[in-house]
């Protein structure tokens, strides 16, 4: 498998400097990408970066992960327009062990003379004092060197300004790939095309400073065919930890893709070869409606991240909401589960000890909660037959209702017509 031309067809590939593809066809390299660690997990933001790292040892290369627990602590100033918050050593640390465990599951950490490798820069970076790097690694970079990039010169032309922590950043980054490069023959450094400024910083340092030659690659940063921001939604960032990111709303996320975004996000976040994303995309053509790829994506996705039993779970929870799925799935499901599959749903919370003693279902839902505005509305749909607890039609406004109605001991779940949904959570 040829690295640079999988990257090419899949629609990845940003920019290469020249003599990188050379290297790679001689025989296996090592190269790396660095993650930022300012949370306890990555996001479906960094999984373009996974892939390509996924590629690359598939390609018999040799991958790097390099998790920033020094750079972490200065802030990358590529693409902000303001100055991170700097993270204490504490916090950092729990980051990476998150991170690790999430890698683990793509990379191969155990193949042999391309097992993957993670590496934190605060190792080699907690014993260099300021006055070893200002004489090692600044006097190698000239500050009109600096100055030209353009996350510098952005920031020195706004409002905000840039600090010299920020400033900095660029020599240390340069400075991983120059570590690596000398101890760890590492001779690519691959990112997303915003980092190309601080990669070719790295290979200039290895030349300046070591002698030697570096590489470097940079991949399309993902977008949305509409403009807006990939892997951001209304809530905020889908993470690839379950706890910030239930796999119901992750899989739900990959299955709400536009159909322009799904033809090229298959290409990139799966591992499906040409020939079998060319007949996912010619079965899409011929019946939209299918959703053919959305599905294919959700699913791949969805199982390499979270395993085949959440994305079951995931699939069941989407037919319990959306088809006709019974209310005993809900028995499967954890209380954290049910309360994140019925998230953006409302709900309304009910003294358990008057549900004890039973209540009407019109009381149920006008007083108790608000699921109607009136006892006159509620009686009316009731009595059209468009109302259900626990999906089964309510026969009378007077039907009672008591805790051996409750789901897990803890909820009922209301519905006026099909689609409009209220959790009832008795505590």
């Known amino acids: 498998m040829n690295f640079v031309e999988e990257l090419r067809w899949r629609g990845m590939l940003h920019d290469i400097m020249p003599g990188t593809e050379e290297l790679l066809n001689k025989g296996m390299t090592s190269g790396y990408i660095g993650f930022d660690p300012t949370a306890d997990s990555l996001h479906v933001g960094s999984l373009a970066q996974i892939m390509t790292l996924i590629h690359f040892q598939r390609a018999g290369h040799k991958p790097f992960a390099l998790v920033g627990g020094a750079t972490g602590m200065v802030g990358d100033p590529s693409g902000k327009s303001a100055e991170r918050n700097l993270l204490s050593e504490d916090v950092l640390a729990k980051n990476l062990a998150g991170i690790k465990a999430q890698l683990e599951k793509f990379l191969d950490f155990n193949s042999g003379a391309n097992s993957a490798q993670m590496v934190n820069n605060f190792d080699w970076f907690k014993d260099f004092t300021f006055l070893d790097f200002i004489r090692e690694v600044g006097k ?166 979270h395993g085949e039993a959440e994305y079951e779970k995931a699939i069941k929870s989407s037919e319990f909401l959306f088809g006709n799925t019974g209310i005993e799935f809900l028995n499967e499901l954890s209380e954290a589960e049910v309360i994140g599959l019925f998230e953006g749903v409302p709900n309304f919370k009910i003294s358990l000890s008057d549900l004890q003693a039973g209540i009407s279902a019109v009381d149920l839902l006008a007083a108790n909660t608000q699921v109607f505005a009136s006892k006159g509305e509620a009686k009316k749909m009731i009595q059209g037959g468009g109302v259900a607890i626990n999906k089964t039609k309510i026969g009378a406004p007077e039907d009672v209702y008591n805790t051996d109605s409750l789901i897990g001991g803890k909820f009922l779940v209301a519905q006026k017509g099909k689609k409009n949904y209220f959790l009832i959570i008795a505590e």
């Open 140 to 305: 190698h970079i000239t500050v009109n060197y600096m100055m030209a990039k353009d996350s510098v010169k952005k920031r020195l032309e706004g409002e905000t300004g840039m600090s010299f922590t920020e400033f900095t950043y660029q020599l240390v980054q340069g400075y991983d790939f120059y570590y690596l490069w000398k101890h760890n023959n590492c001779q690519l450094q691959m990112g997303g095309s915003d980092q190309w400024g601080n990669i070719v910083t790295g290979t200039e340092l290895v030349r300046r400073k070591g002698g030697g030659e570096a590489f470097a690659l940079t991949t399309q940063l993902i977008k949305k065919a509409d403009g807006s921001k990939f892997g951001k939604t209304e809530g905020g960032n889908i993470w690839l930890d379950a706890e910030k990111t239930s796999p119901y709303k992750f899989y739900q996320f990959w299955l709400n893709t536009s159909d322009d975004d799904a033809k090229s996000y298959i290409r990139i976040f799966t591992l499906f070869d040409e020939d079998t994303i060319k007949g996912l995309e010619a079965e899409q053509d011929s019946a939209p409606h299918l959703r053919t790829l959305q599905k294919a994506l959700a699913k791949d996705i969805t199982i390499r991240v």
